[in-house]
């Protein structure tokens, strides 16, 4: 069935579209021709009557999230099709069907041409998570294409959309299973455990898109007192007493966080006394500390959400890699990131430059970090590049 709602874009607006940006800001629409509600299907026509794309129309300054620049139904079969490339792309980069590693992303918004859902699989779990209403209509489906895809190999798909959805939408929507019961909340990443919180944790539950960065910090760790600030589940602190770290260090200012990173250090490694984590605001703890670290990560959460905090979270990153500079030992390591999309690589290069700067250190630029394969960035849509990471050499 087609849609019965028409978007007539202003003429010279559909130039975006044919260079297949899955986005249609309301500023480009001229007029609509039916009465759409948020989240429903609807096709985007240029000026002069020409199809050019499908997808799910919403309230505010985005209007639609393009799911397809052809002329097809968006039913079972277009999801089927769609989660089967997401799942194929997995396989072909070596995170999917792997004895050591059962945690990764199989959906990744617009990376994966479904703009506004992600799926992250934790063992025999999938946690769905959509950011639109339309993808949260859809739900349903997107469950039946996913189940019959990984029968084998899933036991439940547990939907966590309350705070990802519209506010204003008011859809009422709870969190909980779509599909089956979990049967545990362990899963495996690169032959290490971790207890992961899908019920109340943030995002899905665990940051699987440091996966490839914690890999490359086992490898540094060897020997080196380590700092993990804003360390949450405590994967990088994990990973580091795998390498052969002295000791260990991990920072959150959230009780609970220290809870999780216990139990995680307790689960690989029971009993190890190279681990200490400690509840703390990371301004304070790094200002304050008396034991020296040689190796430091900083992994805080999103500094900026949106384009309006840009300034103050550029003075943020910049006030907290100074300090972390300023104490870090003579051939010091610095792991240091930033998950804000709104943050361009460049405006975090300097950020960290001027911080630097400040510090009167000589600092070297060892490796640039991004997302891992299974966080995909489509072409054309260059905004999915939202995690940037530095390693830096400190004199």
């Not at 909980?176 to 539950?205: C, M, P, Y």
């Given at each position: 069935m087609?849609?019965?709602?028409?978007?007539?874009?202003?003429?010279g607006k559909e130039e975006?579209?044919?260079?297949?940006?899955?986005?249609?800001?309301?500023?480009?629409?001229?007029?609509?021709?039916?009465?759409?509600?948020?989240?429903?299907?609807?096709?985007?026509?240029?000026?002069?009557?020409q199809f050019l794309a499908r997808g799910h129309w919403q309230i505010g300054s985005i209007a639609v999230r393009v799911l397809t620049f052809e002329d097809r139904?968006?039913?079972?079969?277009?999801?089927?099709?769609?989660l089967s490339a997401a799942l194929d792309t997995r396989r072909s980069v070596g995170?999917?069907?792997r004895p050591d590693n059962d945690m990764f992303r199989l959906v990744h918004g617009e990376g994966d041409f479904l703009p506004g859902l992600v799926i992250d699989i934790y063992g025999r779990t999938a946690v769905m998570q959509a950011h639109s209403v339309g993808m949260h209509l859809c739900r349903q489906q997107l469950?039946?294409?996913?189940?019959?895809?990984?029968?084998?190999?899933?036991?439940?798909?547990?939907?966590?959309?309350?705070?990802?959805?519209?506010?204003?939408?008011?859809?009422?929507?709870?969190?909980?299973?779509?599909?089956?019961?979990?049967?545990?909340?362990?899963?495996?990443?690169?032959?290490?455990?971790?207890?992961?919180?899908?019920?109340k944790g943030q995002k899905t539950g665990f940051f699987v898109d440091q996966r490839d960065n914690r890999s490359l910090l086992e490898q540094y760790s060897r020997g080196?007192?380590?700092?993990?600030?804003?360390?949450?589940?405590?994967?990088?602190?994990?990973?580091?007493?795998?390498?052969?770290?002295?000791?260990?260090?991990?920072?959150?200012?959230?009780?609970?966080?220290?809870?999780?990173?216990?139990?995680?250090?307790?689960?690989?490694?029971?009993?190890?006394?190279?681990?200490?984590?400690?509840a703390e605001d990371a301004f304070k703890f790094l200002s304050e500390m008396k034991h020296p670290y040689d190796l430091i990560?900083?992994?805080?959460?999103?500094?900026?959400?949106?384009?309006?905090?840009?300034?103050?979270?550029?003075?943020?990153?910049?006030?907290?890699?100074?300090?972390?500079?300023?104490?870090?030992?003579?051939?010091?390591?610095?792991?240091?990131f930033s998950c804000s999309q709104a943050v361009s690589k460049d405006q975090f290069r300097m950020a960290v430059f001027t911080a630097a700067a400040l510090s009167h250190r000589r600092v070297r630029i060892l490796h640039q970090l991004h997302q891992p394969a299974d966080h995909p960035i489509n072409i054309y849509h260059p905004e999915g590049e939202y995690l940037k990471g530095l390693v830096l050499y400190v004199e």
């Amino acid at each position: 069935m087609k849609p019965t709602t028409i978007i007539h874009l202003k003429r010279g607006k559909e130039e975006s579209l044919q260079r297949f940006h899955p986005w249609i800001f309301s500023g480009a629409v001229h007029h609509i021709e039916g009465n759409p509600q948020e989240g429903d299907i609807v096709d985007v026509l240029a000026a002069d009557g020409q199809f050019l794309a499908r997808g799910h129309w919403q309230i505010g300054s985005i209007a639609v999230r393009v799911l397809t620049f052809e002329d097809r139904p968006i039913d079972l079969a277009f999801w089927t099709e769609r989660l089967s490339a997401a799942l194929d792309t997995r396989r072909s980069v070596g995170v999917y069907g792997r004895p050591d590693n059962d945690m990764f992303r199989l959906v990744h918004g617009e990376g994966d041409f479904l703009p506004g859902l992600v799926i992250d699989i934790y063992g025999r779990t999938a946690v769905m998570q959509a950011h639109s209403v339309g993808m949260h209509l859809c739900r349903q489906q997107l469950v039946e294409a996913l189940t019959s895809l990984m029968a084998e190999r899933l036991d439940a798909v547990y939907y966590k959309s309350e705070t990802t959805l519209p506010f204003k939408a008011s859809l009422g929507q709870e969190n909980g299973f779509l599909f089956g019961q979990s049967k545990g909340d362990v899963a495996r990443e690169n032959g290490l455990l971790f207890h992961i919180d899908w019920l109340k944790g943030q995002k899905t539950g665990f940051f699987v898109d440091q996966r490839d960065n914690r890999s490359l910090l086992e490898q540094y760790s060897r020997g080196r007192n380590v700092l993990n600030m804003f360390c949450y589940t405590g994967g990088f602190s994990v990973y580091a007493l795998r390498g052969g770290a002295h000791k260990v260090t991990s920072v959150d200012s959230s009780a609970k966080a220290i809870e999780l990173v216990n139990a995680n250090v307790e689960l690989n490694f029971p009993a190890d006394e190279r681990h200490d984590a400690v509840a703390e605001d990371a301004f304070k703890f790094l200002s304050e500390m008396k034991h020296p670290y040689d190796l430091i990560i900083l992994d805080p959460p999103a500094f900026a959400k949106h384009k309006d905090a840009l300034k103050n979270a550029l003075r943020g990153y910049t006030k907290l890699n100074a300090k972390a500079l300023e104490k870090i030992q003579p051939g010091g390591i610095l792991f240091t990131f930033s998950c804000s999309q709104a943050v361009s690589k460049d405006q975090f290069r300097m950020a960290v430059f001027t911080a630097a700067a400040l510090s009167h250190r000589r600092v070297r630029i060892l490796h640039q970090l991004h997302q891992p394969a299974d966080h995909p960035i489509n072409i054309y849509h260059p905004e999915g590049e939202y995690l940037k990471g530095l390693v830096l050499y400190v004199e």
